[in-house]
């Protein structure tokens, strides 16, 4: 079964790739992104008010360019929310700085707004939308998130974003501080793919019916 993640993080298909293959050991995956064969790809403005608005227009935007060579279509759409700034970055965190921002750049941002504010006022959460594309057509949506604090500093190198800011409770540490295993456990990734393994699952099984 081949899906194409309508991104050109790597990072991001990564953890998607390592993620759906421990929730389905038994399918025969083939995962691709958008950083080869759709070279010439260029993501859709993100103009949806929701993340998974964003998720279904990258979804579809990808199958438009790519077609039936691209398998089932992933779009994600994921970002941060800070209770403090009334839900911002939200779909806005990865260019929250700025249209080009990097990850330093947009942590430091969010800092500079978090200044001052204690500890207890702090929490925020990763959220994930995920909708499938099969044929042009969407098949399953789910959504994740994971709740957590902004700490006071960056710490750790691991993960991509906001993960060194963002202090996860359930496992008692920063994202940047956290294995792939360890996040892939809890994240708002990971929850969302969990609503799409069974989907997958089925799709895989009525394949091989068909063969």
């Given amino acids: 079964m081949k899906i194409t993640v309508a991104t050109k993080n790597p990072g991001k298909t990564r953890e998607i790739s390592r993620i759906l293959r421990s929730f389905l050991p038994d399918v025969p995956l083939e995962i691709a992104d958008l950083t080869a064969g759709g070279a010439f790809y260029e993501s859709p403005e993100e ?16 199958w438009e360019k790519l077609g039936p060579s691209a398998g089932l279509v992933l779009g994600e759409d994921s970002g941060l929310e800070v209770d403090y700034l009334h839900g911002l970055p939200g779909v806005r965190s990865h260019r929250f700085s700025g249209p080009a921002a990097t990850d330093e750049q947009n942590n430091a941002a969010l800092l500079k707004k978090l200044e001052g504010v204690p500890w207890e006022k702090r929490t925020a959460r990763y959220r994930c939308a995920m909708v499938l594309v099969d ?17 006071m500093a960056p710490r750790g190198t691991g993960g ?27 994240s ?7 609503g ?3 989907v997958l699952r089925r799709m895989c099984q009525t394949q091989r019916e068909n063969l």
């Fill in 47 to 62: 103009t949806g008010s929701t993340f998974m608005e964003n998720a279904e227009m990258k979804a579809r935007c990808a």
């Fill in 135 to 151: 044929g042009g057509a969407v098949v399953a949506r789910s959504e994740g998130t994971v709740e957590g604090f902004i700490l």
């Fill in 160 to 186: 991509f974003g906001y993960d060194p800011l963002f202090y996860c409770p359930e496992l008692g540490k920063a994202f940047g501080e956290s294995s792939a295993e360890e996040k892939n456990k809890v």
């Fill in 188 to 194: 708002h990734r990971a929850r969302a793919l969990a």
């Fill in 196 to 198: 799409l393994a069974p």
